[in-house]
């Protein structure tokens, strides 16, 4: 059974940085592409961010593009998000998801991911 367990959540001022992470379990990790997507109050969940199966390929929203960086660390399982430049308009919840096809190209939808975590409260204050 797939788990994915997000972490690194919190509240900062507009301007700030989080880092988020989210370790896996369960699978063969390095195999699959990975996601962030995030899902403010009375909103969509949206894509912010995906990665490759061997961490070659990015992709970004262009609302976060030049100020999040999404790497993983294949030996330890782990996703990771970097938040820079942080503006209330980045406040959601952050969600980690993980795609069903080994090898698969990256989506950057979420009906295309298998695996979701429990979500991260970002909170960014103005």
């Known amino acids: 059974q797939v788990q994915l367990v997000e972490s690194g959540g919190g509240l900062v001022q507009a301007g700030g940085s989080l880092r988020l992470s989210c370790a896996a379990s369960?699978?063969?990790?390095?195999?699959?592409?990975m996601g962030w997507f995030r899902q403010a109050p009375g909103k969509e969940r949206e894509f912010v961010a995906g990665?490759?199966?061997?961490?070659?390929?990015?992709y970004y929203a262009d609302s976060v593009k030049g100020r999040f960086a999404i790497s993983r660390d294949n030996a330890k399982g782990t996703v990771y998000l970097q938040m820079n430049s942080l503006k209330p308009e980045d406040t959601a919840v952050y969600y980690c998801?993980?795609?069903?096809?080994?090898?698969?190209?990256?989506?950057?939808?979420?009906?295309?991911?298998?695996?979701w975590g429990q979500g991260t409260q970002v909170t960014v204050s103005s």
């Open positions: 369960g699978r063969t990790f390095k195999d699959y592409p």
């Open positions: 998801a993980g795609h069903s096809i080994k090898y698969g190209a990256t989506p950057k939808t979420d009906k295309e991911y298998a695996y």
């Open positions: 990665i490759s199966w061997s961490g070659s390929m990015t």
